[in-house]
């Protein structure tokens, strides 16, 4: 059963392996694409990698630029480089 503690935002503290995307102030750095939380380290900072990438971990993104997703669908697609990432739909 998930946690639902809060941290002193309020948001709800994320567990590793939950879908989120980033917020607007990381979108241009990470893209648009699903991530996954690994770990939160350092409470309210969390490290999250790529849905489908190739392993790379963003750390110490902070949980007011994290947004819990559960899509009904998720799509592969692939990044300028050619590397699979997924999309909610």
């Known amino acids: 059963m ?3 503690s809060t941290h002193d ?4 503290t994320l567990q590793a ?3 989120v995307t980033v917020g607007p102030d ?3 750095e ?3 694409y699903l991530y996954v939380v690994i770990d939160g380290f350092s409470e309210p900072l969390y490290t999250v990698a790529r849905l489908g990438g190739d392993g790379y ?3 110490n993104i902070d ?3 994290l947004h819990p997703v559960m899509p009904q669908r998720i799509t592969r697609v692939h990044d300028a480089s050619g590397e699979p990432a997924y999309v909610a739909g």
Do not use: A
């Open 63 to 65: 949980r007011g630029q």
């Open 9 to 12: 935002d309020g948001e709800r």
């Open 17 to 19: 392996g939950e879908v």
């Open 26 to 28: 990381l979108v241009d």
């Open 30 to 32: 990470i893209s648009v």
């Open 2 to 4: 998930p946690d639902e």
């Open 57 to 59: 971990q963003w750390p």
